[in-house]
């Protein structure tokens, strides 16, 4: 009884641990540019494509999906931004949303169209006996991702409280004008922004690839619980957005488990819709108080 | 444009609708069904243009709204034997239904979180659908029945095109009706200006959940059209992927007109048609011309189309263009003769309170404006002037304190219900609607802004036109009063910061008010300009004893404009009386010039 609990338990903080990677990504952009990313599932589904390349296909190490992928998702997120979203710097959100929204679906459907497939398996990274801890079995895979999601995610966290590019970014959203007067240039951090979302996402896609496999499909259900996650947290709070997925996570699985796989999809929803009426900034938000 | 071209215009597209059904007569089967097809796509078309295009909503649901008009329609001929037409009917209720459902929560977001509270009502609905297996069949779908109206079986390729396209013709041409009139006008000011848009009563969350509720039903009414067509229902074919490039139909047609809707749904849902060889790619295609319609060319294929045919006919417009002022000679003003100044109070302010956390933005202001009287606020910048604006115009609620108008209270009145009490206002960072014309401006300052109210109107303006021409007239001789009378036909956002003040004002005065707040209206134009201005607020004043409170920094504009004057630093109000012996008290001169300036003076 209590085993199963840790069980589901774990697995739900395996995938809640994914979905706040994917949310933090998501947040970084909004808090630098105020804009949500649509294109940000497709960005993961495209990290989780790499590595089945990687992987799969040429056969090179593991570890070289870790260190290419974010970069190189991060790159392709940076050159779309410069590419679409500069043109559109004046135009107003709907716009901007909007664009993004259609974004994405290219981005899947040019995946679609170079592999042809329901679904791409990608092999995973451990073999080995799990863990036994306290009565709780815990995969190697399981303990990694966690791991491994949570260290990068509190990396970014410290990277954007005290380093220059968190200090830009957050000028920027406070105040655009202002932030630019002060020599930040609008167009370099916005492309930070994305390429550090791009690259968030791209990690995401890296570490749920073994998990999930490759589909169109997951572009969709990134964005969605990266999303949830972020309102879930208060979508401007990096801590709230890691929170807010470990939340969904545990969320979905407890739901999966003892309820329905049904209820497991409209849980996210759920959630969504509860925090959305009653607390609009989120169940974390970051604290901006101002001594008066 | 007269009450006869605008009835025409009205009605062309559901004309082009039974030309359409007309020329697919004469087609073979599998093209009537591509056209028929087509229609349907060009009613969810329209009805976005109503959501999406006017109201500016994003919403990702509308795969789920035709899935619940096509699954009403069949699932009651299915379990119960209900007759098609009156399954269509039906659908049509369960479309508002699901419309206003969505509205509920979608009313109080906007952006991306309006955009994803739509894409859960998407998601859950097709889970739904899914999982009620002995109901609707579950993932494998069901069998849509064959159909028959009044025992007339429909059957053919040919007499689908025909009920289609009938139904289709109708539905848009009410739709029509809304978008052209002042209910789609009233919705656009919401989506270029919601505060300016709540001062002259317009209810958002009403307009917004009206938009939802209107489009739903119209998407329904589609869904329940195709679902024959369609032979097999399954939750899939109406997933979020469906939804997306629903939402492709208005952008890539045109947002602000009816025809973008028509083009935009036509001409994507035939695309496919066309490219079937590289069938493949049509979604790849799609996507990647909605993203350079956003980028290049945001006016959609209206826009193509208006400025081609502005190429082939250059000039002759021109000529054939009457213009508002023509159409509707204005009403030639009858003013009472001048107002002395009453003594009798019309706004009677007392003990306002606000606090912003530990700042005290207003502490216990109180002053009075009498019958026909022009009150001046002036103060230092952060002295609380536009929070106590706020506060008697409705936008923020005071924390202790009375407002009297005439007598009445004036606290629990919503900024939208001010209005009809006789208070209109004007901003300090100016509000117009920029997309609507100057006179759609001033129409929508009469009031009168109320969802079922403008519902109505939109029908009269089609059948007579003639409260329209009415409402037109007046708004017209306001529009002269300020000098704008030429102007009247161009959009506001064309307007120099000045004349877009000055429509601000005519918005202001069309209705009669008993008071008008202006909120620095000389900020930021010429001293030529400025002039002007304090000219027409005189006159407005004496011929038709409208009373004003006046915020303004320019103190030798509101020295001349205003008979008395309150003078506010850090909440309070420091100084009431005649601007000259206001403006030469020593509190109120340290107040602009510090306290060693002052000393400096006086030595």
Sequence with gaps: MLAELGLVLIAGLKFGSIYALAALGLVVVHKATKTVNFAHGAFAMLGAFATFLIVVHWQWRYWTAYLVIPLLIGAVAALLEFVVLRPLRRADLFTVVVATIFLGIALAEAFRLTYNTELLAVPGLFAGQPFFVGGIFITREALWVITGTLATALACIVVFRHGKIGRGMRAMASNVTGAQLCGYSIDRVYMLAWFLGGALAGLAGVFIAPIAGVSVELSIAIITAGFVAGVIGGFDSLTGAILGGLLLGVAESLAAAYVSSAMKNCISFLLLFIVLMWRPQGLFPERTGRRV | ?603
Excluded at chain 2, 327 to 338: G, L, N, R, T
Aim: aromatic share 6%; net charge neutral.
């Design chain 2, 1 to 603: 444009m007269s009450e006869k071209g605008f009835r025409a215009a009205t009605s062309a597209p559901a004309i082009f609708v039974l030309v359409c059904i007309g020329a697919g007569s004469v087609l073979g089967s599998y093209p009537q069904y591509a056209l028929a097809m087509s229609l349907v796509a060009m009613v969810i078309g329209v009805a976005l243009i109503v959501l999406v295009g006017l109201a500016r909503c994003i919403s990702l649901a509308s795969g789920s709204i035709m899935a619940i008009g096509a699954y009403t329609s069949t699932l009651l001929m299915v379990h119960f034997d209900v007759q098609y037409a009156v399954s269509i009917a039906l659908a049509m209720v369960a479309g508002a239904a699901a419309g206003w459902l969505i509205a509920l929560p979608g009313t109080r977001f906007r952006g991306h979180n309006l955009a994803m509270v739509t894409l859960v009502f998407q998601s859950v609905c097709i889970i739904l659908l899914r999982e009620a297996k002995t109901i609707t069949g579950g993932a494998e779908g069901i069998h849509v029945p064959a159909v028959g109206i009044f025992g007339w079986r429909i059957d053919t390729d040919g007499d689908f095109l025909l009920v289609i396209g009938l139904v289709s013709a109708l539905i848009i041409l009410c739709l029509t009706v809304l978008i052209r009139g002042p209910f789609g006008k009233n919705l656009q000011a919401v989506a270029s200006n919601e505060v300016a848009a709540e001062a002259y009563g317009i209810g958002i969350p009403d307009y917004l959940a009206a938009a939802f509720v209107i489009s739903s039903i119209a998407i329904a009414l589609a869904g329940a059209l195709a679902a024959p067509r369609i032979r097999i229902l399954d939750p899939d074919s109406f997933g979020v992927l469906s939804s997306i490039f629903m939402l492709a139909y208005p952008i890539v047609g045109g947002m602000h007109s009816v025809w973008g809707g028509i083009l935009g749904g036509g001409g994507l849902r035939s695309l496919p048609e066309v490219l079937r060889p590289v069938a493949d790619y049509q979604e790849l295609f799609f996507a990647s011309l909605v993203i350079l319609v956003v980028m290049f060319f945001p006016g959609g294929l209206v826009e193509l189309v208006r400025r081609t045919s502005a190429l082939v006919v250059r000039g002759r417009g021109q000529r054939d263009r009457k213009s508002a002022a023509a159409a509707y000679p204005p009403d030639v003003m009858i003013f009472a003769a001048p107002h002395a100044q009453s003594s009798e109070p019309l706004l009677c302010v007392e003990g306002v309170d606000k606090h912003f956390g530990a700042l005290h933005a207003v502490d216990a202001a109180s002053l009075e404006v009498p019958i026909g009287g022009i009150h001046g606020l002036i103060g230092p910048n952060g002295a609380g002037k536009t929070s106590l604006f706020n506060i008697i115009s409705g936008f923020l609620a005071a924390d202790a304190g009375k407002i009297a108008f005439a007598g009445d209270s004036l606290l629990k009145l919503r900024p939208r219900d001010r209005i009809r009490f006789g208070i209109t206002r004007t901003f300090q960072h100016v509000a117009v609607f920029g997309q609507l014309s100057c006179l759609d401006n001033v129409v929508i300052g009469l009031g009168r802004n109320q969802v079922l109210n403008s519902m109505r109107e939109s029908l009269d303006r089609f059948l007579s036109g003639r409260r329209t021409a009415v409402m037109r007239r007046q708004a017209l001789a306001a529009l002269a009063a300020v000098g704008l009378a030429d102007d009247a036909d161009l959009t506001a956002a064309t307007l120099s910061l000045g004349n877009q003040r000055l429509l601000e004002i005519a918005r202001a005065m069309v209705s009669e008010p008993k008071l008008i707040l202006l909120d620095e209206p000389a900020s930021g134009i010429s001293e030529q300009e400025g002039e002007h201005l304090l000219k027409l607020l005189l006159r407005i004043n004496s011929e038709r004893n409208i009373a004003m409170l006046v915020i303004e920094h320019n103190i030798p504009f509101i020295a001349k404009l205003c008979r008395t004057m309150s003078v506010m630093g850090a909440g309070r109000i420091v100084a009431q009386g005649r601007p000259a012996d206001v403006i030469s008290l020593p509190v109120v001169r340290r107040l602009y010039f510090g306290e060693e300036i002052e000393h400096a003076l006086q030595r």
